[in-house]
Structures are given as C-alpha cells and as structure tokens.
C-alpha cells in the first residue's frame, strides 16, 4: 500500500477553500436545519440545539453543496437534501453517545449527561424522522432510496461495531467493514446526491460516491488514530474512550498483531475490560507507539484520501475540485 501513499503538502491543509465556497449555501441549510429542528416540546429544540450549535465541522452537508458546485447545480434542491444529511448525522451521534456512555462530544457535556438517555434517544428519533420529512419533500425517489439506505447502513455498521467489542481476534478486514458501514456511507450519500439532483449521468454519480466513499473511510481511520494521539483537550472528547469501551479499531489491531506474548497478554485483558485505569491507557499508548501503529493508520488513511481525490480527477479543474481535494487532505492531517 505504501506506493500509493500521497505526501501530505508543505502547507497543512484546512477546510477554509470548502467553507469559503459552500458558505452562502451553508445559509440557508443552516436556515433550514433552525426551523425544522423546532417542535412544540420545548425539550426537543433543546437537545438538537445542543448539539446542531455546538460547533460541528458540518461536513457531510458541505459535500451536498461542494458536490453541487463541482457539477454546476443551480437550484435550491440540495438545501433540504444537506439538512436532512446533518439531521441523520446528528440523530446518530445522540444514539452513540448514549450506546457508548459518552461524557463529551464537540468539547463540551454529552446531551445524554445533561439531558439523560431517554430523551436523547427520542430526540435522536425526532431528528431522524425530520430527515425523512425533508427526503420527501423532495420529491425524488431515488434520492429518498439513496438516503434511507445509507441510514440503514449505518444502523448495521454500528450493530456490527457493537458486537465486535471487547472481541480481540477483531480482524482488519471487519474493522474496515465496519467504519465503511457507520461513517463513510453517509459520506457516499451526501456527496452522491448533488449528481442525482443535477440529473448527472451514471460516471459522474459513481465519482461523488466513490469521492465520499473514500473520505469517510480516511476520516474515520484518523478519529480512530487521534484517540490514541492527541488529548480530550484537542479532540473534543475523553482521550482514551476507544480503549475504555474495548472498541477493536485499526491502531489496536495493529499493535496486538505485532506485539509479542506479553504484549498481546496485555490487549487480551484490557480489551476484555480488565485493564482499563489510567495506568493502563498510558501503556496502550505506549504499545501504540511502539509498534508504529497511529502512523501507519494515518498511512491508511492518506491512501483512502488519494483515493478520493482520484475520483473526482474525471470533472474539469476547478475551485470546487479544489476544495474538495484540499477538504481530503484536511481530514488526514488534521488533529481532532
């Protein structure tokens, strides 16, 4: 895999050439995600303001209207189709945070800690529902297709990812099934239906799919990296979560793989949850290190970011192309 690695560029990459370029459009998404996040419960605008305001990079939705962009879309469609992506994402996080136990998300208390789990699952529901309200809307079968199956992917994807926890013999290969399922498929969707209202032929369709395919599986790789690189402080959450919960992610993987009998005697006891103090993240982390496993994951993920990239080599050049690609490279430099 190495010889399809991409160098990260001398100047580190941010997401400003996205955001430049999607921010009018970003308006009146943000416009539309206020309005149908109200209810007349004021419990529900609440929790969903919670989280929708607090300070989420939004970049499922940028893809709908950077993807709109690339393609040369001028109509208003992806604004409702963006909202309902932020909405599924956001009703997924209310359900995770509950599922893990989550102390912090974005930096600041989980939802379910100020607001219990039972309102937030049900908010989480209200979210989703609302989502499904802006498909229809829409009018488009296939997008309403394309949107509830990445949904339901993603339902799958974290089932999946709940019942390969505290399973050491985890394997690569169903860790990349798994993170395929829960994070880049939204991903797909998002970018994939900016072709579909822009009524692009089939190529086009299957670039922004494989673009948001490819981008979803690089981020995810580097969340999964930051847990054991970087502190709560930086990453907005519990440094040492993944460990905590006997999540099987790929510097695990890696490092349990190559390390010798005390090493993997090591994995084995706190994978199953019996070595989980402070004392024994540190040695996590160290073992991590040791064995090169944050860097090759991050390698990984630079090769799904090329991968990326690629994919949307077959539209012309353009500011839209660019930022995009740039929005790639972002989401492997980056250290939260």
């Not at 989980?110 to 937030?120: E, L, R």
């Not at 209202?197 to 981020?219: H, I, K, P």
């Not at 993944?242 to 010798?260: C, H, Q, W």
Request: glycine fraction near 6%; hydrophobic fraction near 45%; charge should be negative.
């Amino acid at each position: 895999m190495s010889a399809d690695i991409i160098p990260l560029p001398k100047a580190r990459p941010t997401l400003d050439p996205m955001l430049a370029l999607t921010a009018q459009d970003m308006n009146s998404v943000n416009a539309v995600i206020l309005d149908r996040m109200q209810s007349e419960i004021p419990l529900i605008p609440a929790l969903a303001g919670h989280l929708i305001s607090g300070g989420g990079k939004r970049l499922r939705p940028m893809l709908t209207l950077a993807g709109a962009e690339l393609v040369g879309y001028h109509g208003s469609r992806h604004h409702k189709l963006a909202a309902s992506v932020e909405f599924i994402h956001t009703a997924t996080l209310l359900h995770d945070d509950v599922v893990d136990g989550s102390d912090l998300r974005r930096g600041k208390a989980a939802a379910n800690i100020i607001f219990g789990n039972p309102a937030t699952v049900l908010v989480g529901d209200f979210l989703f529902s609302r989502a499904f309200e802006l498909m229809v809307e829409d009018g488009s079968l296939k997008v309403l297709k394309i949107l509830s199956g990445a949904s339901a992917i993603i339902a799958e994807g974290e089932v999946d990812q709940l019942t390969a926890q505290r399973q050491i013999e985890t394997s690569e290969e169903r860790y990349l099934n798994i993170i395929s399922a829960k994070t880049a498929a939204l991903f797909a969707a998002a970018s994939r239906i900016s072709a579909v209202v822009a009524e692009c032929d089939d190529a086009q369709e299957r670039a922004l799919d494989d673009y948001g395919r490819n981008l979803g599986v690089a981020f995810q790789l580097v969340d999964d990296a930051i847990d054991y690189d970087s502190d709560a402080a930086e990453m907005g959450k519990d440094q040492g979560d993944d460990f905590r919960e006997g999540k099987m992610t790929l510097p695990v993987i890696l490092a349990y793989s190559r390390g010798n009998a005390a090493d993997r005697k090591f994995w084995e006891a706190a994978i199953a949850g019996h070595r989980s103090s402070d004392d024994d993240l540190a040695e996590a982390i160290h073992l991590i290190a040791k064995y090169d496993a944050v860097e090759d994951t991050r390698q990984r993920a630079r090769h799904y970011a090329h991968r990326a990239i690629d994919a949307i080599s077959i539209f012309p050049d353009s500011k839209a192309r660019q930022a995009m690609a740039e929005a790639a490279q972002f989401a492997v430099a980056r250290g939260y």
